[in-house]
């Protein structure tokens, strides 16, 4: 079965800072992963989705995202935190084709002024 | 385009009592999924249909039903509500051929 890891469920971060989330997956086939975030009483908007074409994956609002097979890993970031950021960030997990996700239990983003 | 859109935004429920909770897909999109996602947790598969059947199933009981219908909209029923039931329910649709999902907003429904 397939599934991510996401650990540290708050993040803090600095207006300015780095944003970096961690994800790692676990899958026995080629994966499609995504990232989504979600505003408080909203659902899910998708970030980026890797799908086997760049590695490097560039999304919404300056987040861009690196699959690293050898790592297992599809980690998250953003140069530049901005307060609009403050949000919880989902990875998930899917077959190619399949639709069916598989999500890591979140982070929790906090931007301090 | 509207978006997948669900109804009601949210829903007070007892203990035992049965719930309804509805989705319209996103335009030209073929197939609908449910997810759990319970407080403080990530999204939870709960089943998926396409042409009218389900497809694919998550780790729910039997209380757990669904519905697709010849215009693709679906229904999620819950029987013999529990306390643990309490969460938001969100809907997502895509292409059974393979796409990217659009999720809606979600019903949060509290079971007292």
């Known amino acids: 079965a397939q599934s991510v890891t996401q650990l540290g469920s708050h993040v803090s971060v600095s207006e300015g800072a780095l944003v970096l989330l961690r994800c790692n997956y676990s899958?026995?086939?080629?994966?499609?992963l995504f990232w989504y975030v979600q505003y408080p009483n909203q659902g899910l908007q998708l970030l980026l989705k890797y799908t086997s074409a760049a590695t490097l994956v560039k999304g919404i609002n300056g987040f861009e995202a690196e699959f690293k097979k050898s790592e297992t890993s599809f980690h998250l970031t953003k140069p530049s935190a901005h307060m609009s950021d403050a949000a919880e960030y989902f990875c998930?997990?899917?077959?190619?084709?399949?639709?069916?996700?598989?999500f890591g239990k979140g982070n929790q983003v906090v931007v301090i002024p | 385009d509207a978006g997948v859109t669900q109804s009601p935004t949210h829903l007070i429920k007892t203990r035992g009592q049965q719930v309804t909770l509805r989705c319209s897909p996103k335009s030209g999109h073929d197939t609908v999924s449910w997810y759990q996602q319970a407080l403080g947790q990530g999204p939870q598969f709960i089943f998926q249909y396409y042409e009218e059947e389900e497809r694919q199933r998550g780790n729910f009981p039997d209380r757990f039903s669904g519905h697709q219908f010849p215009n693709y909209s679906s229904e999620l029923n819950v029987n013999a509500l529990l306390l643990g039931d309490s969460a938001l329910y969100l809907c997502a649709s895509s292409l059974y051929s393979g796409s990217e999902a659009f999720f809606g907003q979600g019903t949060r429904l509290t079971v007292v």
């Open positions: 899958s026995s086939v080629p994966p499609y």
């Open positions: 998930a997990v899917s077959d190619y084709g399949n639709n069916r996700l598989a």
